[in-house]
Every structure is written in structure tokens, then in C-alpha cells.
T-cell receptor, first 113, second 114 residues
């Protein structure tokens, strides 16, 4: 059974600081996703990581994937208040993308001025 | 980007009634659609995988007779919660993918069963 663990589950940080959210998963997978969810809203796709060593960046967010360690990270650089949200990582369970995703519990991020 | 819609956005119903939720891919053909459920302050849990023209595949612990899924076309999947009970109250979110790896999520449907 695929398990996805995120940490921390809750993070309060100040604007301008850097921080990293970690996502570990238990079995081999070829797809790792990061999503953002605002309160009461659905999910916004941030990154799709498909290969070992993949690194993607969008604005102040950067995601990476190490398939050998079964670890992905979401790094936040010089955080701003607008990045406050819940961030989920999710892992595809088998090759080809046909299966649904297994989600981590989410990291509730609060960025204070 | 690809857009997925859901209807209704929220619904309140009495216990014992059935509720149908629609999920549509608006600007692409979705070979596969997925239904997830999210309880307050929890993560998303996959309920079932729906392929156009075939029976849905349900996750362990999800009652297929209670959560009826129909994927009638490449742009529409429906989830019917039959004989709803208060414990079925949740946020139901669908997602769709075409040929690529990205799953696009709908805005969700908030169901409250009284």
C-alpha cells in the first residue's frame, strides 16, 4: 500500500524567510505532484515531477524529486503572505498515469507579515 | 490551462435522498476521471477511477452501490450518492486527465446531508 507522508503538517513563518516542505512516499512511483489549496477551494496544480533529479521552479516555489530516496521537496524562497495556503504532495501509484493519486495529509502554511 | 467544472457547487439534502454531482472537462477530452472525497481539515481520498464507456474502479472501502459513477462521454462523469446519510457530508472533488500526466481538479461540491 502506497503511503505518502508530509512534514511539517503545520508551518508558521515570517515573510522573507525560506523554508522547505518534505514529502516521503513508501513505494516506487514515477509521478509526484504538488498542489495548493486555499480555504474552501479546490486544488491548484503547482508542479508535476516525472523523473529522478527533476527540478521545477515557479516564482518563489521550487520542487525537486529524488526517486531513489523516495523524497520530494517544495522549497519556498523569501516567503510572501500570498503563499499562505495548504500544500499537498500526491503520488501516482503505477506507471502510465492511469491510476488516481495518493495524497499526503497536507502542510498548512501561514506566512505572517 | 485545462478547465474542469463541477455542478452543483454545494448541495443540502435530507437523509435518505440521492444526490447527483456532475464533473465536466470543458476544453479537453478526459480519458480518465477520478472522484475524491475530502473531510474537513483532512486530505483527499481517492474514491474511484472512471474511464469513459467502462465500469468505474472503486477503492477499497468505497461502496459501489452507494456511490454510483457514470462516465457517459469523454467530457462528463457523474457521481450519485444514493440514500445519503449525514456521514456522507463531505467535499467531493473530481479530477480529469487526457493523455498527459497532469490531473486537473474541479472546484469541488460541498454536500451537506441533514
Amino acid at each position: 500500500e502506497l503511503k505518502v507522508e508530509q512534514n511539517p503538517l503545520f508551518l508558521s513563518m515570517q515573510e522573507g524567510k525560506n523554508y522547505t516542505i518534505y514529502c516521503n512516499y513508501s513505494t516506487t512511483s514515477d509521478r509526484l505532484y504538488w498542489y495548493r489549496q486555499d480555504p474552501g477551494k479546490s486544488l491548484e496544480s503547482l508542479f508535476v515531477l516525472l523523473s529522478n533529479g527533476a527540478v521545477k521552479q515557479e516564482g518563489r516555489l521550487m520542487a525537486s524529486l529524488d526517486t531513489k530516496a523516495r523524497l520530494s521537496t517544495l522549497h519556498i524562497t523569501a516567503a510572501v503572505h500570498d503563499l499562505s495556503a495548504t500544500y499537498f504532495c500526491a503520488v501516482g501509484r503505477s506507471g502510465g498515469g492511469a491510476d488516481g493519486l495518493t495524497f499526503g495529509k497536507g502542510t498548512h502554511l501561514i506566512i505572517q507579515p | 490551462g485545462a478547465v474542469v467544472s463541477q455542478h452543483p457547487s454545494r448541495v443540502i439534502c435530507k437523509s435518505g435522498t440521492s444526490v447527483k454531482i456532475e464533473c465536466r472537462s470543458l476544453d479537453f477530452q478526459a480519458t480518465t476521471m477520478f472522484w475524491y472525497r475530502q473531510f474537513p481539515k483532512q486530505s483527499l481520498m481517492l474514491m474511484a477511477t472512471s474511464n469513459e464507456g467502462s465500469k468505474a474502479t472503486y477503492e477499497q472501502g468505497v461502496e459501489k452501490d452507494k456511490f454510483l459513477i457514470n462516465h457517459a462521454s469523454l467530457t462528463l462523469s457523474t457521481l450519485t450518492v444514493t440514500s445519503a446519510h449525514p456521514e456522507d457530508s463531505s467535499f467531493y472533488i473530481c479530477s480529469a486527465r487526457s493523455s498527459g500526466e497532469t490531473q486537473y481538479f474541479g472546484p469541488g461540491t460541498r454536500l451537506l446531508v441533514l
